[in-house]
């Protein structure tokens, strides 16, 4: 059983910054494609951002230029560095491994860009 633990939340004016980091409870990081997915009320889950074990990464159109996907194998950890935050970013963001449907999931942080 995998284990994902998401860190690095909070609440953020527009405009600012936020590093969210995933850490695996076992050495998947760097064989799994992982990746950031985000969920407000009412909404489906939407991708946020990939990265493949070969280092391919993908993002949603909304975050490209804004977000940056990065993992560190050493330390089983996946980040998620997002600058020049909108009140449109405000949302649960997840932790995946190993794609959305047959994936693992963490349980998620908040992350809110308010005034």
């Known amino acids: 059983q995998v284990q994902l633990v998401e860190s690095g939340g909070g609440l953020v004016h527009p405009g600012g910054s936020l590093r969210l980091s995933c850490v695996a409870s076992?050495?998947?990081?760097?064989?799994?494609?992982m990746g950031w997915y985000r969920q407000t009320p009412g909404k489906t889950r939407e991708l946020v951002a990939t990265i493949s074990r070969f280092d391919s990464t993908n993002y949603a159109d909304s975050v490209k230029g804004r977000f940056t996907i990065s993992r560190d194998n050493a330390k089983n950890t996946v980040y998620l560095q997002m600058n020049s935050l909108k009140p449109e970013d405000t949302a649960v963001y997840y932790c995946?491994?190993?794609?959305?449907?047959?994936?693992?999931w963490g349980q998620g942080t908040q992350v809110t860009v308010s005034s």
């Open positions: 076992r050495e998947i990081i760097g064989w799994l494609t």
């Open positions: 995946n491994a190993g794609g959305s449907i047959t994936g693992h």
